[in-house]
């Protein structure tokens, strides 16, 4: 099945005191979805968003908002993020040991669900979750900062992209993502991206074009 690529830009690396502005600038200059990272301190060691700063996003966004939960416990708080506004909601495989009752739950909740794997976390760890999945995301670095080295997924993407079969379910990239390492993961079978520094490097609301060469670079580099 051959999908157009969206470039999701991760807030993360965004202003953190001009969110709105931020946000409203990526989208005019291309973005496709608004990524946002929500990140526990516990699952991972950096400490990010909780749902009414993704409530406070919400109003901004025009596209998609892919929320990625890198948190453990889940289920405790789905309904949260749900009523916070987020379109798609991912979560960690290995966050619990129930991600098939996650995946339910997410959906249950109106929302779409994704399942993330980590670096680590082989592609067949999926095989029995793909049917309550509308998202795998495919971790190109270890979960927790950003800004980190690519690390080559690819032939996991491939595994992916041929269990998914005919599916609608997208593959998102999550880490190190540039005009230099889309294509690998585009050609492998990914097509969502996520990218943060290599979009809001260099630019800031008051020059978001810089923001739309950046997006386009990375477009570019995969059509």
Request: proline residues 7%.
């Amino acid at each position: 099945m051959s999908r157009p690529i969206k470039i999701a830009p991760s807030i993360l690396s965004a202003d953190f005191a001009d969110f709105g502005r931020e946000i409203r600038a990526i989208e005019d200059q291309g973005a496709d979805w608004v990524h946002v990272d929500v990140m526990d301190g516990h699952f991972v060691p950096n400490l990010t968003f909780g749902p009414p700063a993704v409530k406070a996003f919400r109003p901004h966004v025009k596209t998609v908002m892919d929320v990625h939960l890198m948190i453990a416990p889940v289920d405790p708080y789905i309904e949260a993020y749900a009523e916070a506004g987020a379109d798609v909601l991912t979560a960690h495989l290995e966050a619990g040991p129930h991600p098939h009752r996650t995946l339910q739950a997410i959906r249950g909740a109106g929302m779409k669900a994704g399942l993330a794997l980590n670096p680590g976390t082989p592609a067949e760890a999926a095989s029995e979750l793909l049917d309550l999945c509308d998202l795998v995301c495919v971790m190109t670095v270890n979960p927790g900062f950003g800004g980190q080295s690519f690390i080559d997924m690819t032939a996991k993407i491939r595994r992916l992209r041929a269990m998914i079969g005919d599916r609608d379910i997208h593959i998102e990239i999550d880490g190190g993502v540039d005009p230099k390492t889309a294509p690998l993961v585009v050609e492998a079978g990914a097509d969502v991206l996520v990218a943060g520094s290599a979009v809001f490097r260099g630019g800031s609301v008051d020059a978001p074009e810089i923001y739309g060469r950046n997006i386009k670079a990375i477009r570019d580099a995969v059509s």
